[in-house]
């Protein structure tokens, strides 16, 4: 064996014996490299946070009291009293904004003037959300909670912000909630009463109210 011979074989092994070293060297940081995946994720949601859009959603909205381009399918000016909805298969999803440091509502296919509507009434107070679904008894309320009625609180998520004097409040609901002190809000027009107060306090009168309809 001559000895340029011997030299190629020394070199060819010390180069196997170099890669295998590297390949080795490098197998542990797949792992890691894997295991940084998940916290690029959104954390969890918490149990207390509000219902927010779900992946059946098919709609582009945020509970956030903030009305982005975009965000509703549907918008209408009520003299001062400015509404946006959209509503998907399942659920609706509604903006209600003022000019008020009080109380604002909806109501939803009252019979004659407040009576029997399915109320969405709020208010932000030190920068808190209060939010309440309610059911008007009488032509001119008595109108309370659908929990101290015998139903449920069916708003399954909202946010509200209070800037430069107006007022925004953002909620999600089921278009059939199974309540008995909620409408069932199917596909076409349905008339709506809207109202706001000057204070945050659900039982003064407004000071400002009117009524449409809408198309869902
Ligand atoms: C906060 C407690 C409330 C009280 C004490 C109250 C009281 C009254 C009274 C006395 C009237 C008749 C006088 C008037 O026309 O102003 C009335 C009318 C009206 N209210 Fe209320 N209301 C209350 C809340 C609401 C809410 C939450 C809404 C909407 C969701 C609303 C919508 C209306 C509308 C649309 C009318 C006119 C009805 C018509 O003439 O066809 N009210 N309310």
């Known amino acids: ?5 011997t030299l190629r074989i020394v070199v060819t092994a010390l180069m196997a014996l170099a890669i295998s070293v590297a390949a080795a060297c490098q197998a542990p940081s797949r792992p890691e490299a894997k295991s940084a995946l998940p916290s690029s994720l959104p954390p969890p949601p ?10 059946s959603d098919n709609v582009n909205w945020a509970a956030d009291g903030v009305i982005t381009a975009g965000e509703y399918r549907n918008s ?7 509404l946006w909805w ?3 298969e399942a659920n609706l999803y509604v903006a209600v904004k003022a000019e008020t440091q009080g109380w604002l509502a909806i109501g939803f296919d009252p019979e004659s003037k407040m009576k029997d509507a399915d109320i969405v009434i709020g208010y932000i107070k030190d920068g808190k959300l209060t939010i309440s679904d309610q059911y008007s008894a009488g032509q001119f309320g008595p109108h309370l909670p659908d929990v101290d009625q015998g139903g449920s609180d069916d708003i399954l998520a909202s946010a509200g ?7 925004t409040i953002e909620f999600k609901r089921k278009l059939d909630t199974g309540d008995r002190f909620d409408k ?4 076409g027009t349905h008339k709506i009463i809207w109202a706001y107060g000057s204070d ?3 039982t003064l009168k407004h000071t400002t109210r009117g009524s449409g309809e809408i198309d869902l």
């Open 1 to 5: 064996m001559s000895k340029s011979y």
């Open 46 to 55: 918490i149990g207390t946070q509000p219902e927010g859009p779900s992946v």
């Open 76 to 82: 209408r000016s009520f003299d001062s009293y400015e």
């Open 86 to 88: 959209t509503a998907d």
């Open 161 to 167: 912000k209070s800037e430069g004097g107006f007022t």
């Open 184 to 187: 069932v809000l199917g596909k």
């Open 200 to 202: 945050p306090i659900f």
